[in-house]
DNA sequence: TCATAATATATCATTTTGTGATATAAGTGT
DNA sequence: ACACTTATATCACAAAATGATATATTATGA
């Protein structure tokens, strides 16, 4: 894929589950879970994401964290680029339920 | 991501793509096309991706294609697993929907 | 007809991403 | 005290994606 800052799908799972405040650890349980363990991401990708998201400042760091629990959340622009993405996804998966909907099997 | 034979964002391009049959060219315009840009894969990707789905039986080239203009299409089985990554894809659209829709912005 | 653009496939070397394994430590239950 | 779960962190490696580039064919149009 080509356009600039590309979000990748674990970019992308990762910065849903922090449209509320949640810290790593909980981020990886409810991706986990919500997908019936279909995706999981381990601890070394979660983190090496979470740092390019704090980098970019599509997230941040919660004040009242200590080093136990860093609970992050969305900036504001981390919300618009959410939103963003998940529209064409949205689009992907529309197009693939179209494609697939049309052929000759079933 | 963990989870076996992990379908990436451009495999699922490109398997969406070739819910008809279509040549490597095509499949690159077609996404760049319906997506205004917004994705955009190049050659390299492109034949990267589509090597490896042969690989996988995902996909098959189709008898009347001559070096000028391979035509693929996906197999019985391609279409199952496309079909299933939708359903996660879709899945997650509408957890980033949801979670977008609680937050207190707007 | 000659050049130019568009179509089409292909690969190399590099960068970017993702991950298994592993380490560390604090809290919880028995 | 012991095992288990919660929680963050990093290293070295593997997998994936891509920019640049090459090659050939087929329009397009001046």
Known sequence: MKSEGQITDSMFYIMTALTRPRHGYAIMSLIEET?????????????TIIKKLLKQEWIYLQD??????????????????????????????QLAEEGLGGMDNE
């Not at 997908?35 to 983190?47: D, V």
């Not at 009242?64 to 992907?92: A, C, F, H, I």
């Open 35 to 47: 997908t019936q363990g279909r995706i999981a991401i381990g601890p070394a990708s979660m983190y």
């Open 64 to 93: 009242g964290s200590d080093s136990r629990r860093k609970v992050y959340e969305l900036t504001n622009q981390g919300k618009v680029v959410l939103k963003d993405e998940m529209n064409v996804r949205k689009l992907m998966v």
